[in-house]
């Protein structure tokens, strides 16, 4: 197969966890691409030359030729079958099962919890922000997040399904909404997050805000 030319569109201020789940699926592929950022804050995203790109004029998109993908959870499957392992790192369990219950973990944090999201933003992850206490709706989803995520994860688990998969990354950039800012979280969860920073396709993504 040819080296692919990809093209990733993240956030010029990488906080966004949904292009951070793409570049590290990416990097997980050990496969070459090249970022480009889009600035949100200036609205750069409305722009006719991105919004031919991305029909939802949101980041993350991933681009070939004339090929274009906006979601980040359609990116990730995207390159999983296309790049599938083992030729390539996996980034889905392969038991059919594993795989669904993954599926169904990206789906739920990104169409749930939105007290969190709103209350807990990224920048309290990736700029160390600080926000006033949560919110009794706020509190009632971290609550549902936390009894869900520590029913999936056994005690001293390194990850959801025996090896490493990208839900892994998105439940732990969740949690680390309320694990950054001193929210409380269970040690068994705290642990699991500092884990899953320490995997250098995330240290990557952070890297990029050093410099
Ligand atoms: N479901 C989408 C969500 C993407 C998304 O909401 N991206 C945000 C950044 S975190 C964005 O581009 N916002 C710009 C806007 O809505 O104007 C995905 O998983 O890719």
């Known amino acids: ?5 990809f093209t990733l569109y993240v ?16 990097t997980e592929k050990k496969l070459p691409f090249q970022l480009r950022t889009v600035d949100l804050t200036l609205q750069h995203n409305h722009l006719p030359e991105y919004a031919r790109l991305s029909m939802t004029h949101r980041v993350p ?17 995207y390159l999983e079958e296309r790049f599938a392992p083992p030729a390539y790192t996996a980034l889905y369990p ?11 973990i990206q789906a739920w944090l990104r169409s749930d919890l939105m007290p969190i999201r709103e ?25 549902k997040l ?14 959801l399904f025996g090896a490493w998969s990208i839900a892994d990354l998105d439940l732990a950039v969740m949690l680390s909404r309320l694990a ?10 705290s642990a699991y997050v500092d884990r899953q920073w320490q995997r250098p396709s995330a240290q990557q993504w952070l890297k990029l805000l050093q410099d």
């Open 146 to 159: 936390i009894a869900a995520a520590d029913a999936w994860l056994d005690e001293g688990s390194e990850c």
């Open 61 to 77: 998109t991933l681009s070939e030729g004339e090929f274009h993908l906006s979601e980040s959870s359609a990116i990730t499957e």
């Open 11 to 26: 956030d010029a201020q990488f906080t966004s966890p949904y292009a951070m789940s793409a570049f590290v699926a990416l």
């Open 1 to 5: 197969m040819n080296t692919p030319a």
């Open 119 to 143: 209350e807990r933003p990224t920048t309290v992850i990736f700029l160390g922000e600080k926000r006033p206490p949560l919110s009794s709706a706020a509190q009632f989803a971290a609550a």
């Open 94 to 104: 392969q038991a059919l099962q594993h795989k669904a219950k993954a599926r169904e």
């Open 180 to 189: 950054r800012h001193g929210d409380a979280l269970p040690a068994k969860l």
